[in-house]
């Protein structure tokens, strides 16, 4: 049985000990637990233990478990969006990472121009150049943000990023580093942009040195997911 509150104590030292060394600390990053595949009760407990950050990648998931816990916490969307989910995540979102075409783009704008609202979301890049992996690639971004400057109902808050798999959390680092770049660089001109999301179970702390202040944790809070 995996003990979600002495996991999430652990993992908010480790957060911390990171952040001291870039001169930041805990509140500086936000640890957002995905919860993907786990039930509402291990919610619940990493809730109770102070985890106000749920991440899920399927929106028949995220719209489930928002029934449960509604806005008692906040909602991100990590994984790939599909156009015609868009309309699903227009209310209860407080954050997509995974805007990462225009197709989606323009389909969020429109159903936001619908719906009345707007939508906080982070590019996702491909720093990896993978060909499985969504995201677009890095010489790509500027074009990309000039065309959703004009999307008023999207206000890019920063950029997300999923680094290759690696044996050795340190052979990230040059792609943290890559993005920390790029946040940097365009953060002069889109003043906005606030979040660098990147990190996860096993390389938050190299991620969070790098630069990063979203960390998206799913294993080392809830343990390993079955499927
Ligand atoms: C599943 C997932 C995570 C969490 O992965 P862990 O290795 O379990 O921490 C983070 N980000 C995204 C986009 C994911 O899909």
């Known amino acids: 049985m995996t003990d979600i509150y002495s996991n999430v104590q652990m993992i908010k030292e480790r ?3 990171s952040a001291k060394k870039t001169g930041r600390e805990l509140s500086d990053i936000t640890i957002v637990a995905v919860s993907k595949t786990v039930g509402a009760d291990a919610v619940a407990h990493a809730q109770e233990a102070g985890i106000r950050n749920f991440g899920e990648n399927r929106v028949q998931e995220y719209l489930k478990k ?15 969006l599909q156009r015609n989910k868009v309309k ?28 009345g609202t707007d939508i906080s979301a982070l590019v996702q890049l491909n ?3 993978e060909p499985t992996k969504s995201g677009i690639y890095e010489e790509n971004l500027e074009r990309f943000l000039e065309e959703l400057s004009v999307m008023r109902r999207i206000r890019v808050c920063g950029l997300m990023a999923i680094p290759p798999m690696v044996q050795d959390a340190d052979d990230n680092r040059p792609y943290f580093q890559k993005m920390r770049t790029l946040f940097e660089k365009f953060r002069e001109a889109y003043p906005c942009m606030t979040y660098l999301s990147m990190g996860m179970s096993d390389d938050f ?3 969070i040195e790098e630069g990063s202040n979203v960390v998206r944790i799913g294993t080392a809070v809830f343990g390993a997911r079955s499927n």
């Open 88 to 115: 699903y995540i227009l209310d209860g979102v407080c954050l997509l990472h995974s805007l990462d075409r225009l197709s989606l783009a323009q389909e969020i704008q429109t159903q936001c121009e619908k719906n």
């Open 15 to 17: 957060v911390d000990a």
């Open 66 to 80: 928002r029934e449960v816990f509604k806005d008692t916490v906040n909602w991100h969307i990590i994984g790939p």
């Open 205 to 207: 702390e190299a991620a």
């Open 127 to 129: 720093i990896g150049r």
